[in-house]
Antibody, heavy 117, light 113 residues
């Protein structure tokens, strides 16, 4: 089991670019997939995308045009960039270890991002 | 996209009684080459991230109490809590990983009656 910690801004304005980082501790980021998942307040879970430690990515088609996920193996971190945010992007953002078969077995505590003018 | 639909949306069960949550996928998540169902269940308590309970539709994650069990195949799945404990109050989600685009059910809120 690894520990994951998200970091990023709590409050943003519409049209800004969201940048989040997930730091992995207690294990190596290598040899696994890593995902970003979000949850609007009081609502369900939406998978944003994932990245393999080699840099190979997969994205949710609904967000693909605005999302970039990257990895820095030297820092044991992976990151999310979401462009042109709107109020609809207000959510708790989680990073998670993505088992190669497809479930999420370790999660960060999440970071709340609020988009408001 | 594979749409996951859970029922009921909320459920109230007495302590010690059985709780049953259903999950239906819009297409089969049974992979014929390995005969595995690509379906997981999570528990989310207030203020916490989801916790993995079950994968491959019926395999309990290490450390998950054996009162939690998963069953089903193809498009219809069930999460059963055999004897509800107070600490089981949570929202439960199913998730398919049959496709690269992973999708979740809308969640079922479980409360004590």
């Amino acid at each position: 089991q690894v520990q994951l910690q998200e970091s990023g801004p709590g409050l943003m304005k519409p049209s800004e670019t969201l940048s989040l980082t997930c730091t992995v501790s207690g294990g190596s980021i290598s040899s696994y997939y890593w995902s970003w998942i979000r949850q609007p307040p009081g609502k369900g879970l939406e998978w944003i995308g994932n990245i393999y430690y080699t840099g190979s990515t997969n994205y949710n088609p609904s967000l693909r045009s605005r999302v970039t996920i990257s990895v820095d193996t030297s820092k044991n971190q992976f990151s999310l960039i979401l462009n042109s945010v709107t109020a609809a992007d207000t959510a708790m953002y989680y990073c998670a270890r993505d088992h190669s078969s497809g479930w999420f077995d370790d999660w960060g505590q999440g970071t709340l991002v609020t988009v408001s003018s | 996209d594979i749409v996951m639909t859970q029922s009921p949306d909320s459920l109230a069960v007495s302590l010690g009684e059985r709780a049953t949550i259903n999950c239906k996928s819009s297409q089969s998540v049974l992979y014929s080459s390995n005969n595995e169902n690509y379906l997981a269940w999570y528990q989310q308590k207030p203020g916490q991230p989801p916790k993995l309970l079950i994968y491959w539709a019926s395999t309990r994650e290490s450390g998950v109490p054996d009162r939690f069990s998963g069953s089903g195949s193809g498009t219809d799945f069930t999460l059963t809590i055999s004897s509800l404990q107070a600490e089981d109050v949570a929202v439960y989600y199913c998730q398919q990983y049959y496709t690269t685009l992973r999708t979740f059910g809308q969640g079922t809120k479980l409360e004590i009656k």
